[in-house]
């Protein structure tokens, strides 16, 4: 199938198959009440859950299938899947000069460095 770019210019649709083959990002996390929910947040409205996690992940794998081969024969923009590589586990943050204090004693208190410390309240976070 052939497409109009901003150019009207004709270019190539990727094949369904290309689609298909693409690898997304899944989010996996137990579901409250037993079992898990799988979603993949590249492609809105994808999510399944499933008893054990193999089959959340069998039940997400035709999740995706059927969200992409409908968006193809649609032809809706069908979005790429996204990468870690826009997020480099740095951050700078300011803070004042008391919070830093308090988290550099207790750090050394707890036999850690400040950043493992600071790391670890993130982790924590939810």
Known sequence: MK??????????????????????PVTLYPDPEG?????????PGCFTQGE????TMTNLNE?????I?????????????????SYSGKLLVRMP???H??????????GVSLNQYIVS???AVK
């Open 97 to 99: 000069k008391s919070l």
């Open 69 to 85: 081969e409908t968006a193809y024969e649609a032809d809706d923009n069908i979005p790429l899947p996204t990468s870690n590589d």
């Open 3 to 24: 497409t109009l770019n901003q150019k009207n210019q004709q270019i190539e649709k990727p094949s369904l198959e290309y689609y298909l083959n693409l690898q997304y």
């Open 35 to 43: 079992g898990y929910v799988a979603k993949i947040k590249d492609l």
């Open 52 to 55: 054990t996690l193999e089959e």
């Open 63 to 67: 999740a995706r299938e059927l969200w």
């Open 101 to 110: 204090r308090r988290l550099a004693e207790t750090s050394e208190q707890e």
């Open 121 to 123: 309240l993130l982790s």
